[in-house]
Structure formats: structure tokens, C-alpha cells
């Protein structure tokens, strides 16, 4: 079993939908949880984090931590075609020299 | 704001050709990465460093090598390119303390398109 396991899209959605994109990860020391955007062509740049579980808001982004499923979300309201980009999760215990553990990414459009 | 450069955005170099792919950040930033990224395959580690002249090897160091002569400067060596090393190669920092806030989060730098004929 993959330490993270991301769905790889892709994933097309109309201008305004609201996307939910997942992971779900096996190692119950996962502490820090974020959310990378990444553009074509572009290297990953970080949309948001959260620490353990709960919700956090950002605009018109969520990110949510359940960690009694080992279930992490990004939710995406009001979708925009700007929006189109691959996301990819990413996770690490409590280590500042322990190395992120990346999903493979998804990849999402919205079309106008 | 966190600044990681790599020196090319594309590359084209033959088999068997000594290449070197070079990574600078601006942050001081003690840990630095290097990652390989192929459709399907999502961002693998190649390797990483902690500190000066400190590399330890992620999970697919095969073909290749690093230096680190400097904190803000990483380098990753094909020692004899191929094929299968056709691929966009992402250079990454990170500090080892909290920074304001984000704790561990990982600045990339823009990505080098490597080919290899």
C-alpha cells in the first residue's frame, strides 16, 4: 500500500462547480498536511496547509483533515478556469528533516 | 518571498553526456531536495541534503549524484545521461525551523525540462 494515495483525475468540471479533491494516506504520524497548485509547465507552489485535523479556510478554498479516516480534502467553491492545474497533496510527521510524502496529483479543468 | 532558481528551464543533451542541473535559493534554507516528475508517476525524491557537503539519498538515486559546496546551492549530476532520464526535474527548499508559520513546507523552483536523445 502507497503511503499517499491520490485519485489522478483528470477531472473536468464546469466554470462555478464546486471541486472536491481527496487523499488518503496509511501513516497515522502524518502531522502537517498541504495542498500544492501546480500549473503546466510550472513547478508546485504551495495553497494551503493544515496542522492535524480540522478545517481551514482560505477564500474560496477548504482544506479539511479528518484524521481518524486518514482522509485529507481541498474543496474549491465557485470554481474558475484560472482554477485548472494539477493538485497535489502532501504530508509529514512532526520533523523538519523528514522529507514530504507527495500524492501523485490530480489533475483538474474548468471549462468556461 | 522564498526565491528557487534552477539554471535552465529546457535541456537537451545526448546519451552518455555528463550533465549537471543547479538549484539556488535565497532563504538560507538548511534542507534542499531534488525530485524527478513523470506523468503517472507523480514527484519522486532523487535526493536530498540537510547541510553543507550532507546528501542522503531519496528513492531513486540510480544514475544520479549530488553536491553541495554551499548552503544555498544544490546540484544534481547525470553521470552518464539516458534516455530514461527524459524527464522535469524540480528543485525544492524547505527551512528546518518553522517558518512563519508554515512549518515544513517546501518552496520549488520552476522545473527543468530535461531530454535526453
Known amino acids: 500500500q502507497k503511503e499517499v494515495e491520490q485519485d489522478p483525475g483528470p477531472l473536468s468540471v464546469p466554470e462555478g462547480a464546486i471541486v472536491s479533491l481527496n487523499c488518503t494516506y496509511s501513516n497515522s504520524a502524518f502531522q502537517y498536511f498541504m495542498w500544492y497548485r501546480q500549473y503546466s509547465r510550472k513547478g508546485p507552489e504551495l495553497l494551503m496547509y493544515?496542522?492535524?485535523?480540522g478545517n481551514k479556510e482560505d477564500g474560496r478554498f477548504t482544506a479539511q483533515v479528518d484524521k481518524s479516516s486518514k482522509y485529507i480534502s481541498l474543496f474549491i467553491r465557485d470554481s474558475q478556469p484560472s482554477d485548472s492545474a494539477t493538485y497535489l497533496c502532501?504530508?509529514?510527521?512532526?520533523?523538519?528533516?523528514?522529507?514530504?510524502?507527495f500524492g501523485k496529483g490530480t489533475r483538474l479543468s474548468v471549462i468556461a | 518571498d522564498v526565491k528557487v532558481t534552477q539554471s535552465s528551464r529546457y535541456l537537451v543533451k545526448r546519451t552518455g553526456e555528463k550533465v549537471f542541473l543547479e538549484c539556488v535559493q535565497d532563504m538560507d534554507h538548511e534542507n534542499m531536495f531534488w525530485y524527478r516528475q513523470d506523468p503517472g508517476l507523480g514527484l519522486r525524491l532523487i535526493y536530498f541534503s540537510y547541510d553543507v557537503k550532507m546528501k542522503e539519498k531519496g528513492d531513486i538515486p540510480e544514475g544520479y549524484s549530488v553536491s553541495r559546496e554551499k548552503k544555498e546551492r544544490f546540484s544534481l549530476i547525470l553521470e552518464s545521461a539516458s534516455t530514461n532520464q527524459t524527464s522535469m526535474y524540480l528543485c525544492?527548499?524547505?527551512?528546518?525551523?518553522?517558518?512563519?508559520?508554515?512549518?515544513?513546507?517546501?518552496?520549488f523552483g520552476p522545473g527543468t525540462r530535461l531530454t535526453v536523445l
Open positions: 525544492a527548499s524547505n527551512p528546518l525551523t518553522p517558518d512563519r508559520g508554515r512549518v515544513y513546507t517546501q518552496y
Open positions: 493544515t496542522y492535524s485535523s
Open positions: 502532501a504530508m509529514t510527521a512532526l520533523s523538519g528533516n523528514t522529507p514530504l510524502v
